[in-house]
């Protein structure tokens, strides 16, 4: 056709259809970027989950009880942040209830992982500080019912907010909403009361990490103490602090979001994929990953099933 007898209006629409034909290649290829190594994780995890399963000794110990709650906790707040991802990336409205559910997965995994860190840190301080008590301080039983309370802490706050949501306004949820957790509130004290909970379950985690560091040097130096268990207790309290400082970059996601809302759209969205690859996707990933390829008694099975190789390999004897 030529541009010389095509009208103003034309051209101005065929520019348009030209500029979102291009918009949706850069979004598919954006989806397709974080969906691929969603899942590349996802599988790692998985992998890693199925090694934990797959032994009387991980599944009786109550480390690795506690450790397999995490790394199933990460592969949920993958998949439900990836889904959040591409609502956004993909500019979706979908109903607040699908909305609340998947931001129930997001919210509730992205809280029990540092409690749970917390207890692991705990673990590791009676094994050190009570060596005699430990086996019957830390059973099975006890784990269990620990691990539900942490569910419970965890998801104290999103029961509050939907609660409240289903009183006020059970209606709203039927409503199409562009699926972010500020959309979920109704009154502001809804968000003081998030951002206070968890402030304070951040605090509290990091109080705890720390004494129980402490406190493992200061039972280090004792004579009666095994040096070696309290230099790898003391270790292992320290990469959980590491492993808190990963999930706290999480909550950097929306302050940087909003710094780069001020510039150039498409730039702005290029750093979006990698501010939420390396904010979201590889902390989440690293922190478990990190944590059980320094375990001897874990790693040579999990290598093993990641290379595809089931042979038969003995995990090692684990020493408190």
């Known amino acids: ?100 559910l998947v931001m129930l997965f997001s919210v509730v995994t992205q809280t029990f992982t540092p409690l749970t860190l917390a207890v692991m840190s705990l673990e590791r301080y ?47 949820f039927i409503a199409p909403t562009f699926c972010t957790r500020e959309r979920l509130f109704i009154d502001k004290w809804q968000l003081d009361l998030y951002s206070g909970l968890n402030g304070f379950y951040l605090v509290a985690v990091a109080v705890i990490i720390i004494y ?27 990469l959980h602090l590491i492993q808190l400082g990963l999930c706290l970059t999480s909550f950097l996601y929306s302050v940087f979001e909003r710094m780069l809302s001020t510039i150039d759209l498409t730039l702005y969205m290029n750093f979006r994929v990698l501010l939420f690859f390396v904010l979201f996707i590889l902390p989440r990933c690293l922190s478990p990953l990190i944590y059980g390829l320094r375990d001897d008694t874990f790693r040579p099975l999990f290598l093993s099933y990641f290379r595809c190789r089931s042979g038969n390999v003995t995990p090692a004897v684990i020493l408190h």
């Open 1 to 100: 056709m030529d541009e010389a007898n095509v009208s103003a209006e034309d051209l101005s629409f065929i520019h348009q259809q030209a500029f979102f034909v291009q918009l949706d290649g850069q979004i598919i290829t954006r989806l397709f970027i974080v969906l691929s190594t969603s899942l590349l994780f996802f599988y790692v995890n998985s992998v890693m989950f199925f090694t934990l399963m797959s032994k009387p000794i991980f599944r009786e110990t109550s480390r690795y009880i506690l450790f397999a709650n995490i790394v199933f906790s990460d592969s949920i707040l993958l998949l439900s942040n990836t889904v959040l991802y591409s609502f956004a990336v993909a500019y979706l409205y979908v109903f607040k209830a699908i909305c609340a």
């Open 126 to 172: 009676v094994a050190i500080c009570f060596p005699l008590q430990h086996a019957e301080i830390t059973t099975q039983r006890r784990t269990h019912n620990t691990i539900g309370v942490v569910w419970l802490l965890a998801s104290l706050n999103f029961i509050i907010d939907m609660f409240y949501t289903t009183v006020t306004m059970p209606h709203s």
């Open 212 to 238: 129980t560091y402490v406190a493992i040097m200061v039972a280090a130096r004792s004579i009666s103490t095994d040096k070696d268990s309290a230099k790898k207790a003391r270790n292992t309290v320290l």
